[in-house]
Structures are given as C-alpha cells and as structure tokens.
C-alpha cells in the first residue's frame, strides 16, 4: 500500500489531529498527575505508605481502565455516526453509554471492596495489606462518576470538543492535590487522616470531574442540540449491544495490558518491600508520561473514526500513520530527559540523600533506564491501537495483546527476575518485550486492515 499523501492533506490533518489531541492529552497527563501527587505524598509519609498506597492506587486504576475499556466502544461509534452525519444515533449512544457504566458498577465496586483477602493470597504483607484496604474502602465510592466520565469523555472528544476537558481535568486535579495535601497532612484545622485523607480528596475530585462535564454538555449551545436527556430513562438493548460488542474486546485488552503491569508490581511485593517502593516510583513516572499517547490515541480512535463513517479510506489512513510518528516523536523527547535527569526523577519521591533510602534509590535507577527506553514502542502500540479501534477492529487486537503481554512480557519477565535472578529489573526487562511485541504486530494487523478494506470499495467493517 502506497503511504504517499499530498502534503497539504499531511499538514492539514496533522493540524486537526493536534486539535484534538493536544487538549485530550493535556487532560490525561494532569489526571495521572493526581497518582504522581499522591505516591509523592505517600513517599514522605513513609516507605510502607508507598508502597501500600501505590500498590492499592495501581489495583484500582487497573480495574477502573478495564471498565473503562467496556465503554470505549463509546468513541468510535459516536465518531461514525458524527462522521455520517445521524445526530439522533450520537445523542441514543451517549446515553446508553452512561446506562453500561452504571450497570458495570456494581460488581466492580463488590469486587475493590474484597481486594485485601486477594492481596493476602498474593503473599503481600500484612502491614500492607491493611493500609490498602483502608485506601480502597474509601476510593471505591468514587468508582461511577470515573467510568461515566470516560463515557463523556468519548462522545465529547467524538464530536470535536475536546477542550472543556482539558480545563475540567485541570480544575479536578488541582481540587485533589490540594485535598491531598490539606486531609492527609491535617491542615486547616482537619486531623492528620493518611492514606484515608488521600482517598477522600480522590473521590470529591472524580465526582467534581464528572458533574463539571455533565453541565457543560447540557449547557453547550452546540451540544445542547443534540438533547442527550430526551428519554434518558429507556435502555436500549440493541445499542448497549452494539457498545458491548466494540467495548467489550477493548476492555479485555486494557486488563491484558493493565494486568501484566499489575502482576508485575505483586511480583515485584514478593521480592521485598524496598522492591515494590523502588518498583513504583519507576512506575509512576513512567505513567505519567505514558498519558500523553494515551490522550493521543483516545484522538486517533475519533480522527480515524470519524474518516470512517465518512467512508474515507485515504483520510483515515493518513490520520492513522500521522498519530503514531506523533506519538514516537514526543516519546523520544522525554526518553533523552528521563536518561538524562534520573537521580532528579527519583528525588521527587524520596529524600535521596538520606541513607535509608539508598537501596530503593539503587533499585530504581537501572528499572528507570529500562523503562525509559521502551516508551517509544508503548507510544507506537498504543497508537496504533486507538486506529485500529477507530476502524471498529477490537477483537483481533484483544488476542494480539493476550499473546504480546501474557504469552511473551510476562513469562519473559518472571524467568529473568526470578530463576535469572535479576530481580526487578528483569521483571521490568520482561514487560518491556512485552509492549515492544505487542507494537509490533499491531503495527501489522493495521497494514492488513488497510488491504482488505482497500481490496473493498464499499469499505465494509472488519
């Protein structure tokens, strides 16, 4: 297939993609900031805070990304009927989207506030075990209003208004630094309440988030047109279906690849507790750069989307190819500062002139430069993914990570940390090949899909 384009189609689409991707990005980037403030704050109020409070902040975030995942088929579905011009179909999606949000709580919910016993029987110490619990109790109430907001975030981000999120995300994350800092500390007359006073701010900032969103949406002069409430009460099962059916592989593969993260860090609790802390401040760092090409490719799912209810082919390939060089392109710049500033990353998290800390400090800095190395190919996979969603091919992806992050990091990773006893480095070592498998034929399964839809004219859905 010939990836040549005219130039001012390349300009122009990389100026529509920024549009959108930049305001998006931004967005992720100051959300996952709110887990960098928090291990931040965990960090100076103790090593057993950090690593409990990271291990118990990445068990709840890999449940909210896969249920989030089950109602990302939001996006691509909302950008064809955007792109088709069926403003009814936009407004019928968005609220049974909300409808599988809610349905998906509960069990979810049942699911985080039985964590400590699945913690206990992952060999996690006791001391930890209890203060995770007491930050998940409390952080599963702010469970709904995340989801939902993803639902929002889609269909917003969809329809070319993906601003209001940025500043929403802003707003939120600022209200829960501050609540961080005045509940988990006592300030202002409140009693010192730990890891507890971190959850609370949490949850007050994921309901703020989502209200702050529904608002906009009901008060927009152009969103309003669409009147997202006009029978809110009926569920429709063929579109719930429909949503299932895109979200469900999705959500499949986010707790594949969340998952193998995931296990990695109870993996890395196994090891030892200096371990797990020098595990998370890695993990953290990477995390909050690695939001940037998420919110890239949240814009690629709806560009690619929206070519495609167009039935633009050559449009939704360029837009496709112009997100992941984007993507590489930003991962590099922050690869050369993270090799650069490593002693300066960690600092963030620990006092490293204290001689406490000198063992997690040594652990961490090897995993960083690892960890470091491999964003790139994470930005190109995840890219790449969000093209293949916006083209509605979810199932195949979701077999392709199983294989990627389960069949090669995670064995790859467990043999090196353990019986090649490299420890946590080789645990990070594994996932790595893990990602860079995992672009690799994502990258693949794109260049076939173009084939078989260029192959027919009537661009029929993979």
């Given at each position: 297939?010939?990836?040549?384009?005219a130039?001012?189609?390349?300009?122009?689409?990389?100026?529509?993609?920024?549009?959108?991707?930049?305001?998006?990005?931004?967005?992720?980037?100051?959300?996952?900031?709110?887990?960098?403030?928090?291990?931040?704050?965990?960090?100076?109020?103790?090593?057993?805070?950090?690593?409990?409070?990271?291990?118990?902040?990445?068990?709840?975030?890999?449940?909210?990304?896969?249920?989030?995942?089950?109602?990302?088929?939001?996006?691509?579905l909302?950008?064809?009927?955007?792109?088709?011009?069926?403003?009814?179909?936009?407004?019928?999606?968005?609220?049974?989207?909300?409808?599988?949000?809610?349905?998906?709580?509960?069990?979810?919910m049942?699911l985080?506030?039985?964590?400590?016993?699945?913690?206990s029987?992952?060999?996690?110490?006791a001391?930890?075990?209890?203060?995770?619990?007491?930050?998940?109790?409390?952080?599963?109430?702010?469970?709904?209003?995340?989801?939902?907001?993803?639902v929002?975030?889609?269909?917003v981000?969809?329809?070319?208004?993906?601003?209001?999120?940025?500043?929403?995300?802003?707003?939120?994350?600022?209200?829960?630094?501050?609540?961080?800092?005045?509940?988990?500390?006592?300030?202002?007359?409140?009693?010192?309440?730990?890891?507890?006073?971190?959850?609370?701010?949490?949850?007050?900032?994921?309901?703020?988030?989502?209200?702050?969103?529904?608002?906009?949406?009901?008060?927009?002069?152009r969103?309003?047109?669409?009147?997202?409430?006009?029978?809110?009460?009926?569920?429709?099962?063929?579109?719930?279906?429909?949503?299932?059916?895109?979200?469900?592989?999705?959500?499949?593969?986010?707790?594949?690849?969340?998952?193998?993260?995931?296990?990695?860090?109870?993996?890395?609790?196994?090891?030892?507790?200096?371990?797990?802390?020098?595990?998370?401040?890695?993990?953290?760092?990477?995390?909050?750069?690695?939001?940037?090409?998420?919110?890239?490719?949240?814009?690629?799912?709806?560009?690619?989307?929206?070519?495609?209810?167009?039935?633009?082919?050559?449009?939704?390939?360029?837009?496709?190819?112009?997100?992941?060089?984007?993507?590489?392109?930003?991962?590099?710049?922050?690869?050369?500062?993270?090799?650069?500033?490593?002693?300066?990353?960690?600092?963030?998290?620990?006092?490293i002139?204290?001689?406490?800390?000198?063992?997690?400090?040594?652990?961490?800095?090897?995993?960083?430069?690892?960890?470091?190395?491999?964003?790139?190919?994470?930005?190109?996979?995840?890219?790449?993914?969000?093209?293949?969603?916006?083209?509605?091919?979810?199932?195949?992806?979701?077999?392709?990570?199983?294989?990627?992050?389960?069949?090669?990091?995670?064995?790859?990773?467990?043999?090196?940390?353990?019986?090649?006893?490299?420890?946590?480095?080789?645990?990070?070592?594994?996932?790595?090949?893990?990602?860079?498998?995992?672009?690799?034929?994502?990258?693949?399964?794109?260049?076939?899909?173009?084939?078989?839809?260029?192959?027919?004219?009537?661009m029929?859905k993979?």
């Open positions: 297939m010939s990836l040549r384009f130039k001012s189609q390349v300009r122009t689409e990389i100026r529509e993609y920024l549009r959108l991707a930049i305001p998006l990005a931004i967005a992720q980037l100051t959300q996952s900031i709110t887990g960098f403030a928090d291990s931040v704050m965990m960090g100076r109020l103790g090593q057993e805070i950090l690593a409990a409070g990271g291990l118990a902040a990445l068990t709840f975030g890999a449940v909210l990304i896969t249920a989030s995942g089950f109602v990302m088929g939001v996006t691509p909302v950008a064809e009927a955007y792109g088709a011009n069926r403003p009814n179909q936009i407004a019928a999606i968005a609220r049974q989207g909300l409808w599988l949000s809610l349905i998906l709580t509960i069990p979810m049942l985080i506030g039985n964590m400590d016993s699945i913690m029987q992952l060999g996690q110490a001391t930890t075990v209890t203060l995770a619990n007491t930050y998940l109790d409390i952080m599963l109430w702010g469970f709904f209003p995340a989801v939902a907001f993803s929002l975030r889609g269909v981000a969809a329809l070319q208004e993906a601003r209001p999120i940025m500043a929403i995300v802003i707003a939120g994350t600022l209200f829960n630094i501050a609540g961080n800092y005045v509940l988990g500390f006592g300030k202002l007359g409140f009693p010192q309440m730990g890891i507890a006073g971190l959850a609370i701010a949490s949850v007050l900032s994921l309901w703020g988030m989502f209200l702050a969103l529904v608002v906009y949406i009901l008060r927009h002069k969103l309003k047109k669409y009147r997202f409430c006009e029978n809110f009460h009926q569920i429709k099962p063929r579109i719930i279906g429909d949503l299932i059916r895109i979200g469900l592989p999705i959500g499949v593969s986010s707790a594949l690849e969340v998952g193998l993260f995931t296990v990695v860090t109870y993996l890395m609790g196994i090891l030892a507790t200096d371990v797990l802390a020098a595990h998370q401040i890695v993990f953290q760092t990477i995390a909050v750069i690695f939001m940037i090409p998420l919110g890239m490719s949240f814009a690629t799912t709806a560009r690619v989307g929206q070519w495609f209810g167009q039935q633009n082919l050559e449009g939704a390939t360029r837009a496709g190819y112009v997100s992941m060089f984007v993507g590489m392109g930003f991962m590099t710049l922050m690869i050369i500062a993270l090799l650069m500033f490593p002693y300066q990353v960690i600092g963030l998290y620990l006092d002139g204290k001689p406490e800390n000198g063992n997690v400090v040594e652990l961490a800095l090897p995993m960083l430069t690892v960890a470091a190395i491999s964003q790139i190919l994470d930005s190109l996979q995840k890219t790449t993914q969000g093209a293949l969603y916006g083209l509605q091919d979810t199932r195949i992806p979701m077999l392709l990570s199983l294989s990627a992050f389960w069949g090669v990091g995670l064995t790859s990773g467990y043999f090196l940390g353990f019986p090649l006893g490299l420890g946590g480095t080789g645990l990070w070592i594994g996932q790595s090949i893990g990602v860079g498998i995992a672009a690799i034929v994502f990258v693949w399964r794109w260049r076939k899909l173009l084939v078989s839809l260029r192959n027919n004219t009537n029929i993979a």
